[in-house]
């Protein structure tokens, strides 16, 4: 149900990490939001998220249905391998759902969710925060309006450092039913970025290694697949956690019939190569700084922009976001790239 102009909405976050605390935080900056509840099994957060934002903690969601009436949407920010669950149980309590990336383990589970929100007239937002980068919306602008005319060759490469300082034992980071491996925890936006611009993919290969991590639970930290898009021409994505002590890249280059661009830098954050036939390089407004979680950063800070357009949609308004079956898809591909993991038995 849309809201009033006045109405602001009122969310709920459910999961007090790194990533909760920066949806709080853009929750409460928002002039049209209202953070009215955390929910964290935590017995800690309390003191910190009443100090912060003087909200009610609960224990669990059961609990916030019973004692929270007055909610618009609540934000799933916990271990990727509950986000299908407790956005099913979100959306049969009657409430919009966001949900962070990525938005599942599996695409039937995905599926599941979106047919659920359907029959019960609520909607689902996905966090696929890249989309608002600069860089990202320039490529989909040329992509979009064909100016590299058939493209050729598309190759991702996404090198980052995780190592024991971010693998804390017994944390869900690092283990297979809840993490599931770095395509999904750390580079599923590079994945939807690659389906936003160019489409399923098919033919899929790829090799698949434990380089320095002894300790995850059935999953790697280094790999590379290769593809052809179902659209015409192909690729490849590399990536690894392996590196020591410090983040080095990640970019994209797309190599096509009448241009080539490249971006680049830590985090995609700019464009270090673009030659388009007749145009010139834009300008562009300079990308959002990293989200900064202590000894590692993470993709672009766009929460702001996300938690603008759940607003935004909620009040009838029209908003820019990626669908709940763009995320799906993106769960697609990283599901069949592991089947290829889990065959080649190299990790």
Not at 32 to 58: Q, R
Not at 60 to 71: A, H, I, M, S, Y
Not at 151 to 167: F, H, L, P, Q, S
């Amino acid at each position: 149900m849309e809201q009033g102009k006045d109405h602001k909405i009122k969310f709920a976050v459910v999961g007090f990490g790194n990533i909760g605390k920066r949806h709080a935080e853009e929750i409460a900056a928002h002039k049209d939001a209202e953070l009215v509840a955390v929910v964290d099994i935590n017995h800690e957060v309390s003191g910190l998220v009443v100090n912060l934002y003087n909200v009610t903690v609960y224990n669990d969601l059961e609990d916030l249905f019973t004692n929270q009436r007055d909610l618009d949407v609540i934000n799933i920010c916990t271990p990727n391998g509950l986000h299908i669950p407790m956005a099913m149980q979100v959306l049969a309590a009657g409430k919009h759902v966001v949900v962070e990336k990525p938005m599942g383990l599996f695409k039937n589970e995905c599926d599941g969710l979106i047919e659920l929100a359907a029959k019960n007239h609520k909607k689902v937002f996905c966090v696929l925060q890249n989309r608002y980068s600069p860089p990202a919306q320039l490529i989909h602008k040329m992509i979009s309006e064909q100016r590299l005319g058939k493209i050729y060759w598309v190759a991702i490469n996404c090198y980052w450092n995780r190592d024991k300082r971010y693998y804390l034992p017994g944390s869900w980071r690092g283990t297979k039913h809840m993490d599931g491996g770095p395509l999904y925890t750390q580079f599923s936006h590079f994945i939807d970025l690659l389906y936003w611009n160019f489409g399923p993919l098919k033919n899929l290969g790829g090799i698949f290694f434990n380089n320095n991590h002894d300790y995850l639970e059935g999953i790697e930290d280094t790999g590379s697949f290769h593809f052809e898009f179902e659209r015409g021409g192909a690729g490849q994505f590399s990536y690894s956690t392996s590196l020591f002590e410090s983040n080095l890249e990640s970019s994209i280059t797309i190599i096509g019939e009448k241009g080539t661009i490249k971006a680049g830098g830590q985090y995609m954050e700019k464009i270090d190569f673009f030659i388009v036939e007749g145009m010139a390089m834009p300008d562009l407004t300079e990308t959002l700084p990293p989200n900064n979680y202590g000894d590692f950063k993470g993709s672009a800070a766009n929460h702001a922009f996300v938690i603008d357009n759940v607003v935004k949609a909620l009040k009838g308004q029209p908003y820019e976001m990626a669908t709940a079956e763009d995320a799906a898809a993106s769960v697609d591909i990283i599901e069949g790239v592991y089947k290829l993991r889990d065959g080649e038995r190299n990790c």
